[in-house]
C-alpha cells in the first residue's frame, strides 16, 4: 500500500514524553528517579481500600449495583458527595458547586480530553501557562490545537502578558479562535505554583472583557489535580466562588492523586452547555467509568476514610518536600532559583540560563549515567512560535522516591552540577 | 454572546438513544424493560469479585501496585492472559495473537472510539452491518464519519451487498474515504446473529481486493463483545484466524459482558501502524485503566474464577433465552420473523412492513402505556441517504429482566400487538 489509512489526528499523535522517561526508568536498574509523577506507594490505601470493598461486596444489595453499569454521568451519590466536598473547601454553595453539574471520569485527564473535543476544532487556540503540565499539551498537539503560553510567575501567570497574549491575538483577528484558559491553579505540575485568588478574579475578569471581540464565552478551566495535597499554609477557594463563574469556569478534579492512583477516578464540574455536550461525548466513549471503582470512592468519602487517609499523606509528602528542599540547599548551586512547594508532588529549579537541561544535554546525559532522572523543563512547554522554549529548568518530583532516594537523588544531581560547571571552568 | 464556543464534535454530539431509552424506563415504575442491554444482576459476581479482592489487597505487595498507575497498554500479565485466552478460543497462537499487540481499555467502548480516533477524518466512511450496535453508530456521528450499511442476513452480511457497495465507493471515487468495516460477529447486538468463518474469510478478502483502488489498508474491525456468552453450538474462530489478518484485523473484546459490567474493562488487539496510534491516543484519554480492575480480572482469570463465573452465567441465560422464545411463540403472532441466538442478550423480530415499531409509532407508545419497553429496530440502522431506514424491527434482550418479568413483558408486547391489529381490522 502506498499510504496508510491513519486519520489526521492519528498521524499527529506522538507519544508522551512521559512513555519515554518511564522506559528509560526501567532500562536503567538503580536508577532514582525525580521524575515520575506516581504518588508514593508505601502511603496507598491498601488496607481501607480492603475494607471498603469488603463492605460493598458483603451483599447482593450493595454489590450487584457496583458490578453493573451505572450511568454516563456517574453515581449519583459520588456526584454528591464530590459536590458537598467542594462546597465544604471552597466555603460556598451556589449554582457552581452544584450536583448535577458534576460529571464523574477515568481520572481527571478524561475530563480534560473530553472538554478539549467540545470545545475546540483543529486550528483553534487555548491559552496555557507556560510552563504547563506536559500530558495536556499532548492532548491539544493531538487534536491540532494551538497552545498559547503565558507567562507564570510564583503566585500565577502574568496578568500583563495574559493580557499583552490577548490583545496580540485580537489584532491578528485570531481571537474567535480562543476557546479557554487553561490554569493548573494549585501545586502546579511542573512547578508547584499556586495561583492566589486574586489572579484567577483578574483572569476570568480580563477573559471576560474580551468575550466580544471573539464573539463567544472564553471559558476558564481550571485544573485542581493537586488541590489536596496541600501540607502547608492555607487552602485557597477555588475560581467557582468567582462571580460570574456559574457560566464561565469548568473545574477538574480528582480522586487519583488524594485516594489511590489506581483507581483512576477524577470529576468536572461544568456549566452549561458544556456539560451536557461532554456528556454526550462520554457517552461515545465508555457511557460511564467503572461502578466498583465509584462504590470504593463513595464509601471512602462517606465513611471519611478519605479524610483520614488524605491527613495520613499529607504529613507524608510534607516530610518529603522538606527533605527535597533541605538537600537543594545543601547539593545545588546557589544560583539555581528554587521553587519550593507547600503542596502537591513537584519543586521546579531554575539553572542559570547558559546551563541547558533538555534530553539531549550534557547534563541530562551525566546524570543518567550518574543513574538519576529528572523531568526537563522544556518539555512542560507548548509549541508557541511567540517564544523561543526555555531550556535550563527541571522538575523534581518527591511523591514517589524514598526519602533516602531523595536525599541520594538529589545529591548525585548537585554533583553532577558540579562535575560539569568544573570542567567548564 | 452571540455564538456558543463549541467545537463541531461538541455541536454533533447529540444525546445517545439509550439515554432516553433508560430515562423512560425509570419515568414508569411498573414498566418491564426488555430494552436494557444490561447483564442480569442476579448473576453479577458478587462473592468471587469479593473473593479476589481480598487476596489483593491482602499484603502491599499485591495491593499497592493495584493502587498505583500502571502503564498505558494495560497490565503486562492481563494482556499476556488476555492473549493466551483468545490462542485457546482460536486454537490457534500465531503473530495475530500475540500479546504485545494487546491494549487494555475502559470497555470494548473505549478501544472502539480510539480506533476511529486513529482511522477516521471528518467525512470519511465506515461500513456497517445494517442494522448495527447503536453506539457505535453514535461514535460516527459524533466524529462526523459517514456510515454504509451492508445488508446482515442470519449468518452474517450479505457478500454480494458488500461487493456493489464497494462498487458504488469505487465509481463515486469515494473509495479512498473508506477506512473500515465493523462486524459485530458474534450474538450479533441487535439482531443476535453470527457471522460464519466462511463469510469473515469472503469479507477479508473482498476488503483487500479493494485496497489498491482504495489506495491504503481497509481494516476489518471485529467487535466480539457478546462471544463468550455462547450457550449453545460451538465456537467460531475470530477473523485473527485468517490468511492475512495480522495486517488487517482488528478485534474488540470485553470482560464487561463476561464477568462484570461495573468493571468496564474491555481490550483490542491492533496490527502496526494501528497499535501504537491508539496507545499514544489512549496517552491522551487517560494514560491507562483503573490498576485496581485489571489487578481484580487478572486473578480472576489466572485462578479460573472467570472461567468458573462463565459457566454460571451461560446456563441461566440460556435459559432465559428459551423462556423468550417460548413466550414468543406463544405470545407473537405467527408473521412475525423471531431470530433466535445461540448466546449474546437478544432477540430480533422482524413485524409485517406496514407495522411500524420506532419511537413514535402507535405501536411503541402502547407498549409503553402497557408498561412494557422494546428498542425500536430503526434506532439501529445508520443514516444510510442509499436506503430507507426498516422501520418494522425490534430488539428484545433477555439479559436483564428475571424469568418471570420476560414471560410476562412478552405477553404483554404481544397483547399490544393483537390489540393493535384488531383495531385496524
Not at 457496583?66 to 464530590?82: H, I, K, N, V
Not at 541547558?356 to 507548548?382: D, E, I, M
Amino acid at each position: 500500500m502506498k499510504y496508510s489509512a491513519l486519520s489526521q489526528q492519528g498521524r499527529r499523535t506522538t507519544p508522551p514524553p512521559i512513555s519515554w522517561l518511564m522506559k528509560t526508568a526501567l532500562a536503567h536498574p538503580g536508577l532514582i528517579s525525580l521524575a515520575a509523577g506516581f504518588t508514593d506507594n508505601a502511603t496507598l490505601p491498601v488496607r481501607s481500600a480492603r475494607k471498603l470493598l469488603n463492605e460493598i461486596l458483603a451483599t447482593p444489595q450493595s454489590g450487584q449495583p457496583a458490578l453493573q453499569y451505572g450511568t454516563t454521568a456517574g453515581e449519583p451519590a459520588l456526584r454528591q458527595l464530590t459536590a458537598t466536598r467542594l462546597q465544604q473547601l471552597d466555603g460556598q454553595q451556589d449554582k457552581s458547586h452544584a450536583a448535577d453539574r458534576v460529571i464523574i471520569t477515568s481520572g481527571s485527564q478524561q475530563l480534560l480530553y473530553m472538554t478539549m473535543e467540545a470545545l475546540c476544532d483543529e486550528g483553534d487556540i487555548v491559552l496555557v501557562e507556560d510552563p504547563t503540565y506536559f500530558v495536556f499539551l499532548g492532548i491539544l498537539q493531538s487534536r491540532g490545537v494551538r497552545a498559547c503560553g503565558v507567562k507564570l510567575e510564583r503566585d500565577g501567570l502574568s496578568l500583563a502578558h495574559l493580557e499583552a497574549v490577548l490583545e496580540r491575538l485580537k489584532k491578528s483577528g485570531e481571537l474567535a479562535r480562543v476557546k479557554a484558559l487553561y490554569l493548573v491553579s494549585y501545586f502546579q505540575n511542573p512547578t508547584g505554583a499556586t495561583t492566589s485568588l486574586a489572579k484567577k478574579a483578574a483572569v476570568l475578569k480580563l477573559l471576560r472583557s474580551y468575550e466580544r471581540a471573539a464573539g463567544h464565552p472564553l471559558y476558564l478551566l481550571e485544573d485542581a489535580a493537586y488541590r489536596e495535597l496541600r501540607f502547608a499554609g492555607q487552602d485557597i477557594p477555588s475560581a467557582l466562588t468567582l462571580r460570574g463563574a456559574a457560566d464561565r469556569v469548568i473545574y477538574a478534579g480528582t480522586y487519583s492523586k488524594s485516594f489511590a492512583t489506581g483507581a483512576r477516578l477524577g470529576f468536572g464540574l461544568l456549566p452549561e452547555p458544556l456539560f451536557s455536550t461532554v456528556i454526550n461525548i462520554k457517552g461515545n466513549h465508555d457511557f460511564g467509568s467503572a461502578n466498583l471503582i465509584q462504590a470504593l470512592l463513595t464509601r471512602a468519602l462517606a465513611s471519611n476514610q478519605y479524610g483520614q487517609h488524605l491527613n495520613r499523606i499529607r504529613k507524608g509528602y510534607a516530610r518529603k518536600a522538606a527533605i527535597m528542599q533541605r538537600a537543594l540547599a545543601e547539593h545545588f548551586p546557589a544560583d539555581a532559583e528554587i521553587w519550593s512547594a507547600e503542596g502537591g508532588l513537584y519543586f521546579w529549579v531554575r539553572l542559570p540560563a547558559k546551563i541547558r537541561t533538555g534530553v539531549k544535554s550534557k547534563l541530562f546525559q551525566t546524570a543518567l549515567k550518574n543513574n538519576v532522572l529528572y523531568v526537563p523543563g522544556s518539555l512542560c512547554y507548548a509549541d508557541d512560535p511567540a517564544r523561543p522554549k526555555p531550556d535550563h529548568e527541571m522538575r523534581l518530583s518527591f511523591g514517589s522516591a524514598s526519602e533516602t532516594a531523595l536525599r541520594e537523588g538529589v545529591a548525585r544531581l548537585g554533583a553532577t552540577l558540579r562535575q560539569l560547571s568544573s570542567r567548564k571552568s
